[in-house]
Structures are given as structure tokens and as C-alpha cells.
């Protein structure tokens, strides 16, 4: 049987999900204790144990100078720049792309503009947000505004554009106005995409707030990784490499579950397009 | 009889490429126009330009005594072969929505008894095309044919005087569309509408017309180099003549061995329109 036709069963399926995880979990492992066989001081690729303390130093335990546990701060200072950011960019992007998309006037002036600015390098802005913004929260929100919306937009847009033609003329016949085509027709089609296209920005969102959390600030995920370099602490570091890729993760999965709960007709729309 | 669509002299040009030339005709209120024309013969682009959502690059189309409108609008109903109805909504959501356009203009959603007003109009309309029983289903849930009956549904709740059809039935299976030739006949016997209707299909365009018109290039060689439009060649009226409001004579009692699949009457055994008869 050809390649192309052999499927794994269920139970082999997820067996092969896990190997990768699996081999990498191993490889660690083994470099880990090839090293502190050498070192027992070594720092670089900590056992186990040490992963275990610093977990609990940092997640369970309070901290001695402010009483707060650490990581929880931490993440709710990150999530919170991060979900004003992302909510800032969804509404931008979806007015915008509708509007582009739809209305040829705004297409005309706005299309390349907007083609433009989305190949500004985000990172590049940085020290001018910092300059004009200033060090506090409004900066580190720019940045992620900037590096996500205008990707948002443009994708928008584009998915407004191939809406098949026939439907805008169909909702023409029945007597609707643009705002109702609007918010009745083009809007409501949008949503699921949206959230399509929000899916694939959490990557870039999460990499320009760690960015702008390790240059200019006092709490953060990411700050907390670039303190703790100073000190070589693996241990810390590794451990909230593994909660940032979780968030990401759970986020990922929330937005897919949100769209197929909110919006049911849209698995089958796609299958038949 | 004064004519509802008039047509005079109309040209399409895209370029240098002719498309349509000479285009001039009448269509009288009620009437059930098919065009017919090999593929590429402009009728496709002649119901755009009845649709608005083309213009003619030369003559003049009025529609009841009016130029057309220069966009689309409620005066003129579709159906389209595909994408008529909008697959975010539920089947009865697509037919309340014409009247949802029609009276909540900002917010473009009827609530309380409005909406529940909207609803039973928009019940006995869907009863009417046989689809009483997938209210709540959505578009992607239905076969073709269920597909289209919803795209007529949809089209009728705005009451237009003039009924567009783009090859409307053309992707469905011969026994669901004999089917719904049943229900398009029903509904033009029962509804103030004049139709037009796109079809490549001979058989259907006589079954159901009242007139059929022949669209065709009088020259078509490569090496016109697109300087010849294609024309009305053929005009027929159809016979027996089909009185709009005055279903035909039954052929059953001529030959009663028949198995026609599209009779009216109480022996059909269509269940699509037994619903509507409830």
C-alpha cells in the first residue's frame, strides 16, 4: 500500500503525538545528567529537582520582600497588556478590513497605505514608542497594536473582498442599505474569520510583548526571564518558557472553541465553499 | 398591454469585445421569459444589466416606465445558481431578513412582536416552498435542491413586481428539479411576478415559459477578433399559451398512462408541496 493511503489507528495516533514531546523530554534529560555528573553546580541544564524548587519558590510560595507569589503576578500583568492589546487590534481590524473590503472608495484610499505600514517592522518602532509614550503600559500596547493590527486588517479585508459577489447583490434585492449590508450580511460572515486570523497573531503577540516587556518594565513574564539571565537561573527561566507556551496554547484553543460554539453554521459554510 | 421591462437597442461592449448588439424587446407583465443561447452568448450578462449589476454601453432599459435603477434594488428579485442565501443564518433567518431590511433600517433586527410577525409571514412563505420543516436548519445543511426553494423563499418575501433567475435549477439532479419546476410554476401562477430566467437547458426553458428567447452570435469566427455581439435570434411564443394565474389544463386525461413527475392537482405526490397544502 502506498504511503499516501496508510493511516495510524487512533491509539497509534496518539502514541506518534506524544513521541515528539517524548524524545525531546529524553534528550533533556540525558544532557542534563551528562552535565551534573561533571558539575554538580552547573547551571545551564538543571535537573529535575531544581526545576521542582524554583516552580515552588516562584508559583506556591509568597514572596519574601513584597508577598506576592511571583509568577501569578507576573502573568497578570502580561495577560492583561496582552489581552488590552489583542482587543485594541481586533476592533481596529475589523473595522478597517470591513471597511477596505468592502466600500471600493476606502479600498482606493486606504488599501495601500495599510499594505504599507503592515511591513514596518514592528521592533524597529520600539524605541520611538518608548520616547513618545513613554516607559509605562501605553507603549508595550502600541507595540503589540502595531505589530498585529494591521496583519488583522489586511486579512479582513482580503476575506471580505472573496465574500462571493452574489450575496452583496442578493442582500441589495431584499432591499438593504450598505450600513445593513453591514452589520447584517458582511459582519456576522467576518466574525468567525476573525477569529481565524487572531489565532495565528497570538504567536507574533506574545513575541512583541516580551520584548517590550524586557527592555522597559517591572513585572511581566517576559521582564521575569530577562532578570533572572543576570543570574543564569535556568531553573526559573525554563519553567516560564513552558507557562508562556501553555498560555499561548490554552488561548489557541479557546478561540477555536469560541468559534465553533458562537458561530455553528461556519464548519459547514467552509466544507461547502 | 404596456410592457413592464422594455428593452431598446441595447449594446455591451467590454474593450473592443462586443458582447450583446442590438437588443431590443418587451416583456409583458406576468410573462415567464426563458433565454436560452449557448454558453458565452451574453444571456448571462443581458440578466445583469436587468439586475443593474451591469450597465449597457449603449440603448436604454426602463422597467415600468422608468429607466432602471442604476444598482440593484427591492423591485427586482434573484436566484442565482449558487451563494443566494447567506450561510450565517438559519433557514428562517434568511427569509425574515428581506422584511428585517425593510422596517428596522439602523438596527436592522425586528424584536418582539414585530419579529414575531416577520416570522409567521416568513413561516407561511417557506410552508408555501415546501420548507416548513427545516426552520432552524442552516443553508450548508441542505441538499441543492432545498438550497434553491430556500433562495426563491428568500427572493419572494420582499414582494419584487420582477423575479431574476440565473440558471437557478441548472446544478440539480432531474428528478429534484421536475420538482421544483412544480413549485416556480406554482409560485408564478400564484404571485403578481414576472419572471426572466437564465437557463442552458431547452426542456426546462419550454416546461416553464411563457416566451423563450434565443441569444446567439450571427458571426462567431475566431478571426472576428470579438467585433460581432451576439443578438436575439429566435422568439417564440409558447403553445398552448401559458396564462399566468390559469395553471394548464391537465394533459392526464389525454394520456393517462403518463407518468409526468410535475402534474398540479390533488394526485401529485410531491411532499414538498403536499407541506404547503397544510
Redesign the interface.
Known amino acids: 500500500m502506498r504511503l499516501i493511503n496508510r493511516r495510524p489507528s487512533l491509539g497509534a495516533a496518539r502514541f506518534l503525538a506524544i513521541v515528539p514531546f517524548a524524545l525531546v523530554l529524553v534528550a533533556y534529560l540525558i544532557g542534563s545528567g551528562v552535565r551534573l555528573a561533571e558539575n554538580p553546580s552547573d547551571k545551564l541544564l538543571p535537573a529535575f529537582s531544581s526545576f521542582a524548587a524554583a516552580i515552588d519558590r516562584m508559583a506556591l510560595t509568597p514572596d519574601q520582600r513584597t508577598g506576592d507569589i511571583l509568577l501569578w503576578v507576573d502573568t497578570a500583568a502580561s495577560l492583561t497588556r496582552l489581552g488590552a492589546a489583542l482587543a485594541i487590534s481586533v476592533a481596529i481590524g475589523l473595522v478597517f478590513g470591513i471597511v477596505i473590503g468592502l466600500l471600493p472608495y476606502f479600498r482606493a484610499g486606504l488599501g495601500a497605505f495599510v499594505a504599507v505600514i503592515s511591513m514596518v517592522p514592528p521592533l524597529a518602532l520600539l524605541p520611538i514608542l518608548f520616547i513618545t509614550l513613554g516607559l509605562g503600559e501605553t507603549s508595550k500596547i502600541a507595540l503589540i497594536v502595531i505589530g498585529v493590527a494591521p496583519c488583522l486588517i489586511r486579512d479582513m479585508a482580503l476575506r471580505v473582498g472573496d465574500m462571493p459577489v452574489q450575496q452583496l447583490i442578493k442582500a441589495q434585492t431584499l432591499g438593504a442599505s450598505t450600513w445593513q449590508i453591514i452589520i447584517r450580511v458582511v459582519l456576522p460572515q467576518s466574525l468567525p474569520r476573525l477569529i481565524d486570523s487572531l489565532r495565528l497573531q497570538i504567536g507574533p503577540a506574545w513575541l512583541f510583548l516580551i520584548a517590550a516587556e524586557a527592555i522597559a518594565s517591572e513585572s511581566g513574564l517576559g521582564y521575569r526571564i530577562f532578570l533572572v539571565r543576570r543570574y543564569l537561573a535556568m531553573d526559573v527561566i525554563l519553567p516560564y518558557v513552558a507557562w508562556i507556551t501553555i498560555l499561548a496554547f490554552l488561548m489557541d484553543r479557546i478561540l477555536l472553541i469560541i468559534q465553533t460554539r458562537a458561530f455553528p453554521w461556519f464548519a459547514g459554510a467552509r466544507a461547502s465553499t | 398591454m404596456s410592457a413592464v421591462i422594455s428593452v431598446k437597442d441595447v449594446w455591451k461592449e467590454y474593450d473592443d469585445k462586443v458582447v450583446l448588439e442590438q437588443i431590443s424587446l418587451e416583456i409583458a407583465p406576468r410573462a415567464f421569459v426563458a433565454l436560452v443561447g449557448p454558453s458565452g452568448c451574453g444571456k448571462t450578462t443581458f440578466l445583469r444589466m436587468l439586475?443593474s449589476?451591469e450597465a449597457p454601453t449603449r440603448g436604454a432599459i426602463t422597467i415600468g416606465g422608468a429607466p432602471l435603477p442604476a444598482?440593484?434594488?427591492?423591485d427586482?428579485?434573484?436566484v442565482?445558481q449558487?451563494?443566494?442565501?447567506?450561510?450565517?443564518?438559519t433557514v428562517l433567518g434568511n427569509v425574515v431578513?428581506?422584511l428585517?431590511?425593510?422596517d428596522?433600517?439602523?438596527?436592522?433586527?425586528l424584536f418582539g412582536a414585530k419579529r414575531r410577525a416577520a416570522e409567521d409571514e416568513a413561516r407561511e412563505l417557506l410552508a408555501a416552498v415546501g420548507l416548513g420543516e427545516a426552520e432552524n436548519k442552516?443553508?450548508?445543511?441542505l441538499s441543492g435542491g432545498m438550497q434553491q426553494r430556500l433562495a426563491l423563499a428568500?427572493?419572494l418575501?420582499?414582494k419584487?413586481k420582477v423575479l431574476l433567475l440565473d440558471e437557478p435549477f441548472g446544478a440539480l439532479d432531474p428528478g429534484i428539479r421536475a420538482e421544483i419546476h412544480t413549485l416556480m410554476r406554482k409560485l408564478w401562477h400564484e404571485r403578481p411576478l414576472t419572471v426572466v430566467m437564465v437557463t442552458h437547458d431547452l426542456s426546462e426553458a419550454f416546461s416553464l415559459g411563457t416566451r423563450v428567447i434565443a441569444f446567439e452570435r450571427r458571426r462567431n469566427e475566431p478571426s472576428d477578433g470579438g467585433r460581432y455581439g451576439a443578438t436575439i435570434t429566435r422568439d417564440f411564443e409558447v403553445w398552448p399559451k401559458r396564462i399566468a394565474g390559469e395553471p394548464r389544463p391537465q394533459k392526464k386525461k389525454l394520456m393517462p398512462g403518463r407518468d409526468d413527475p410535475a402534474p398540479s392537482g390533488s394526485l401529485r405526490d410531491d411532499p414538498a408541496i403536499e407541506g404547503a397544502a397544510l
Request: hydrophobic share 40%; aromatic share 14%; charged share 20%.
Open positions: 439586475l449589476e444598482e440593484p434594488g427591492a427586482r428579485g434573484v442565482f449558487r451563494y443566494s442565501v447567506f450561510p450565517h443564518l431578513l428581506g428585517e431590511f425593510k428596522a433600517p439602523i438596527l436592522g433586527r442552516y443553508p450548508a445543511q428568500q427572493a418575501i420582499a419584487p
